[in-house]
T-cell receptor, first 115, second 112 residues
Framework: DAGITQSPRHKVTETGTPVTLRCHQTENHRYMYWYRQDPGHGLRLIHYSYGVKDTDKGEVSDGYSVSRSKTEDFLLTLESATSSQTSVYFC??????????????FGSGTQLSVL | DQQVKQNSPSLSVQEGRISILNCDYT??????FLWYKKYPAEGPTFLIS?????DKNEDGRFTVFLNKSAKHLSLHIVPSQPGDSAVYFCAASGGGYQKVTFGTGTKLQVIP
């Protein structure tokens, strides 16, 4: 199994509070991603990183920010959580070879509930 | 705009029979397609993939077929086993991007 750890695994918070989810990898992979999984929408990309301090937006980035200060850590922050951000969040990594057959390796997910 | 579509949210199949999961895409820039499998409370894991230059790729009980003209791919599982019960996501990449686009998923239940 790829060494990917997400924390926390479960989080309940209130609307308007800031929340930070952490992803830690031990594979030294270049690319890291944050996805959210929702019924009827599958997996949607929030943000991704292609190196330390290098990040870009995905298709559902509004309301989220990310930071990557070290190769192994990728943080996802909800500045002011809303109920629409209740979801399961997955971190993923890839080697960043640029080859089209590159696989993603996923963490076990964080279940976030915003009340 | 859903570029990768899995129109069947769920599928039930008897153990030993064939499971066929379908996926359609709209973006002609996609040139690589992957299937991921997800068990409850776990992250998705890679299952099988196919390049757009091929029309079939086989790995044990799993075969993926690609019809580029129809922008359609399918995953065949033969024979289906109870351990195959999971959510299957179709995914596509291409156009020079590192980003992968996922479908909505199909929940497969294999009945013993």
């Amino acid at each position: 199994d790829a060494g990917i750890t997400q924390s926390p695994r479960h989080k309940v918070t209130e609307t308007g509070t800031p929340v930070t989810l952490r992803c830690h990898q031990t594979e030294n992979h270049r690319y890291m991603y944050w996805y959210r999984q929702d019924p009827g929408h599958g997996l949607r990309l929030i943000h991704y990183s292609y190196g330390v301090k290098d990040t870009d937006k995905g298709e559902v980035s509004d309301g989220y920010s990310v930071s990557r200060s070290k190769t192994e850590d990728f943080l996802l922050t909800l500045e002011s959580a809303t109920s629409s951000q209740t979801s399961v969040y997955f971190c993923a990594i890839s080697a960043g070879t640029g080859l089209p057959n590159e696989k993603l390796f996923f963490g076990s997910g964080t279940q976030l509930s915003v009340l | 705009d859903q570029q990768v579509k899995q129109n069947s949210p769920s599928l039930s199949v008897q153990e030993g029979r064939i499971s066929i999961l379908n996926c359609d895409y709209t973006n002609s820039m996609f040139d690589y397609f992957l299937w991921y499998k997800k068990y409850p409370a776990e992250g998705p894991t890679f299952l099988i993939s196919i390049s757009s230059i091929k029309d079939k790729n086989e790995d044990g009980r799993f075969t993926v077929f690609l019809n580029k003209s129809a922008k359609h791919l399918s995953l065949h599982i033969v024979p289906s086993q109870p351990g195959d019960s999971a959510v299957y996501f179709c995914a596509a990449s291409g156009g020079g991007y590192q980003k992968v686009t996922f479908g909505t998923g199909t929940k497969l239940q294999v009945i013993p």
